[in-house]
């Protein structure tokens, strides 16, 4: 990690530990250090890394168990098009053709933070708007990112634009350790007193890529917390279309919005 | 239906310690499904009644059940009582060791190690029974090859109980051929002798032999002393490595025929207070405490690992799994049923 310029530099090869100790990133970038502290178990945040961790493939027990999908090239959605489909922990978000979620911690956090991703390959180098890295079904059924064979994830910058901003993040899983997220959320506020000035929030573990909610973030900007809170609840899963099995996600999504904005004990 | 039977109480304004109280088995209890005659196994002992009772008082269930229910924010907080029990012992098992012409025992030991050491740790039962020190005692196990008896499935609530009886069994049939031995060696009739200390020897002179002369006798003597006979009872695979046995020395082996009084069951009643965060269904297990009717507690580290795993998985049963009667996709994962998130 180095700073250059504004912009907090961290190596993608950066584990998810050093990312949650960092006292940069801690002091102000927290919002990307607690989510990275809620990656996995301790083992696996001292081996995984930041670049890893949102480049991972999708969440989807068919895909992952070797099931002739779209995703895998196939010519159906087990989850989805199988009426007795398995489909508790998939998207109610942009699900096209393709119901597997982005199961990363860390992503979400990156886009509400504005990152910007450096990838290089044989010729030269590029970079993404962090929330441009994500691709979901609709763009590309068979990748979760914009890397293309040869591509390299070098580095994640994290300009100043929400640096020592009000942060919030939650992920809700079944399990209190090592496990997945059902939904998180990532949430970057710049508040004068109760007054939300603009917002950014992010869900994850919705849609094949991080979810951002941009008519909620319109919704909330210039408005008191409490008085928009409620609001703004309804507005986040607008578009959803649950699955058989997943329904429980919308109220997530909604109560995870609440939560972010007037804080968990509050809502 | 512990669920079930939690929830009427919850509405019927009773405390379901005392409905858990009402229904929990006690002495020689009816268990399992009718026999063919219509008649009920039972059990050979129950003492849940007095395991809830203790149980409560170390858990303080009374006066946590006073305290008022958390109405401000998002976490709700209960407490929760249950009773369960299982299968804890099979019988009719082997037990087979050989008292070495160097005058150890080399027990042969069919139970796999899942990590409690049960594979040893039930031998012990075997050495005590044989007054032998357990330095003398060499453990074989893990491996066919080995010449192993027959034994139950390798499992925390089995093979103390399963082995141990084994064990003994094999152990009083050392007994009665050191006796037989001594007394076509040195005169007089098997009840004259004792064993104990590495003897057997005369109860009224002290005279006897050693394990280690007694096993070179015994392979002089042969048949059921060395191995060359086997019971007709035991198991075709204990047949076999006594057969490989034969002529090594005192071959002690035999069939776990005790009698059992009924059906051997341990119960356990476990006591939580646990979180819930109504608007993400998130919960936290703020205490836990089980009280177990298990007996005589043989190994008191395994016992505690016993209980442990045990409650781990009645918890994981407990937050995660749930099916539905008659559907064919029936699978784990109760958020959508039972514990999903409310709108706030």
């Known amino acids: 990690m180095r700073q250059e310029g504004e912009n907090l530099v961290i190596g993608s090869m950066t584990t998810l530990t050093e990312v949650t100790r960092h006292p940069d990133i801690r002091a102000r970038f927290a919002l990307l250090a607690e989510a990275a502290g809620e990656v996995a178990s301790p083992q696996i945040r001292n081996q995984g890394t930041l670049g890893g961790n949102i480049s991972q493939d999708a969440r989807c027990w068919y895909y992952r168990g070797g099931w002739n999908c779209y995703r895998a090239g196939g010519n159906t959605c087990y989850a989805v098009e199988n009426p007795h489909g398995q489909n508790r922990e998939h998207a109610i978000f942009g699900a096209e053709g393709c119901a597997a979620v982005s199961p990363s911690d860390t992503a979400p956090a990156l886009v509400a933070l504005e990152a910007r991703l450096i990838i290089k390959n044989g010729s030269g180098e590029r970079e993404v708007a962090a929330e441009d890295y994500f691709v979901g079904p609709d763009d590309d059924i068979t990748s979760m990112n914009v890397l293309a064979p040869g591509d390299l994830l070098t580095e994640i910058r994290l300009p100043p634009t929400w640096a020592g901003a009000n942060f919030y993040f939650e992920k809700v899983r079944d399990r209190p350790v090592w496990d997945f997220p059902l939904v998180n959320i990532a949430a970057a506020m710049k508040l004068s007193g109760d007054r939300i000035d603009r917002a950014r929030f992010v869900l994850g573990a919705v849609a094949a890529r991080p979810w951002r909610l941009p008519k909620v973030e319109a919704a909330v900007a210039g408005r008191s917390r409490r008085d928009v809170a409620d609001q703004a609840s309804i507005i986040a899963a607008e578009g959803a279309v649950p699955l058989p099995y997943n329904g429980y996600k919308v109220a997530l999504a909604r109560n995870l919005v609440k939560r972010a904005i007037l804080g968990r004990q509050s809502s | ?344």
């Open chain 2, 1 to 344: 239906m512990g669920p079930i039977l939690a929830k009427a109480a919850r509405r019927l304004n009773l405390d379901p310690l005392a409905v858990c109280r009402i229904n929990a088995p006690e002495g020689r209890a009816p268990v399992g499904p009718p026999k063919p005659d219509g008649s009920l196994n039972s059990a050979t002992s129950a003492f849940l009644k007095e395991a809830l009772d203790l149980g409560a008082e170390t858990f303080g269930w009374q006066a946590r059940r006073a305290r008022p229910p958390l109405t401000e924010g998002s976490v709700r907080r209960g407490i929760g009582v249950g009773t369960g029990c299982f299968v804890a012992g099979t019988i009719g098992f082997d037990g087979l060791f050989v008292i070495t012409p160097a005058g150890r025992l080399r027990i042969h030991s069919g139970i796999g190690n899942l990590g409690t050491e049960a594979f040893c740790d039930v031998q012990r039962v075997l050495a005590d029974a044989m007054d032998v020190p357990w330095e003398a005692c060499e453990i074989l196990w893990g491996d066919t090859a080995r010449h192993l008896p027959w034994s139950c499935v390798s499992g925390g609530s089995q093979t103390i109980h399963s082995m141990s009886r084994a064990g003994l069994a094999a152990s009083l049939d050392a007994r009665k051929k050191l006796k037989e031995i001594a007394a076509r060696t040195l005169g007089g009739v098997p009840e004259d002798y004792d064993v104990g200390g590495q003897r057997v020897f005369r109860n009224d002179t002290g005279q006897g032999m050693s394990f280690a002369e007694v096993a070179g006798r015994a392979i002089e003597l042969g048949g059921a002393y060395d191995g060359h006979e086997c019971p007709d009872d035991v198991n075709k695979l204990t047949k076999t490595s006594v057969a490989a046995l034969a002529g090594k020395g005192l071959v002690a082996v035999a069939r776990d025929n005790f009698p059992r009084d009924g059906q051997t069951y341990s119960y356990v009643a476990s006591f939580a207070e646990v979180e819930v965060d109504i608007e993400t269904g998130m919960y936290r297990i703020l205490d836990f405490h089980a009280e177990a009717d298990a007996g005589l507690v043989v190994h008191p580290r395994a016992f505690t690992g016993q209980l442990a795993g045990r409650s781990m998985l009645g918890i994981g049963h407990a937050t995660t799994q749930k099916s539905w009667p008659g559907d064919s996709t029936a699978w784990s994962g109760s958020r959508t049923a039972s514990n999903s998130p409310r709108r706030s």
